[in-house]
T-cell receptor, first 111, second 115 residues
């Protein structure tokens, strides 16, 4: 079945550091790929998405590129802020209707 | 409302009791999903509704779990004879279509604690 694997956290960074969260997927067909974010005390929010190979999703300074050859969708941000502290979830949506989520990566940015 | 609304936000109940969780999707969204998020884990798919089609129940963990939806409106998730392993945050999401590229919009969830 479909699956999503992302790096385990927590990831602790200093402000203005570079952030990468690795995500790889297995799926039948050609899935759409998503990153969701869950800030402390808040619900799950869509951060960005990419629907086909080589697409780049971007939002709030975050980027992720759909790499079909490596089945990856790594999330990056060049300079993190304290307000980026959250749990980040990678997800895929292929044939069928459900999202398949990774286990989540907690990111803590220290001032 | 503007977003997906879930109630109650928190529910504490004794083992063996039945619970009902409610989800009000974004107006006009035809697809509705239920997920479960256990502490420190990712989201597990439970059930999906699309219009008047038969729901996809493939993620329901046992026959104690059931869900209903009337048309394209409110959905209720019912857990009968609750067990401690049912403790989790139950999340509802809706989307405007079921195409792969349509994102799902999530509610804030119901945190269920079984004593």
């Amino acid at each position: 079945g479909d699956s999503v694997t992302q790096m385990e956290g927590p990831v602790t960074l200093s402000e203005e550091a570079f952030l990468t969260i690795n995500c790889t997927y297995t799926a039948t067909g050609y899935p759409s790929l998503f990153w969701y974010v869950q800030y402390p005390g808040e619900g799950l929010q869509l951060l960005l998405k990419a629907t086909k190979a080589d697409d780049k999703g971007s939002n709030k300074g975050f980027e992720a590129t759909y790499r079909k050859e490596t089945t990856s969708f790594h999330l990056e941000k060049g300079s993190v802020q304290v307000s980026d502290s959250a749990v980040y979830f990678c997800a895929s949506k292929a044939a069928g209707n459900k999202l398949t989520f990774g286990g989540g990566t907690r990111v803590l940015v220290k001032p | 409302g503007a977003g997906v609304s879930q109630s109650p936000s928190n529910k504490v109940t004794e083992k063996g009791k039945d619970v009902e969780l409610r989800c009000d999707p974004i107006s006009g969204h035809t697809a509705l999903y239920w997920y479960r998020q256990r502490l420190g884990q990712g989201l597990e798919f439970l059930i999906y509704f699309q219009g008047n089609s038969a729901p996809d129940k493939s993620g329901l963990p046992s026959d104690r779990f059931s869900a209903e939806r009337t048309g394209e409106s409110v959905s209720t998730l019912t857990i009968q004879r609750t067990q401690q392993e049912d403790s989790a945050v139950y999340l509802c999401a809706s989307s405007s279509r079921t195409a792969n590229n349509q994102p799902q919009h999530f509610g804030d969830g119901t945190r269920l604690s079984i004593l």
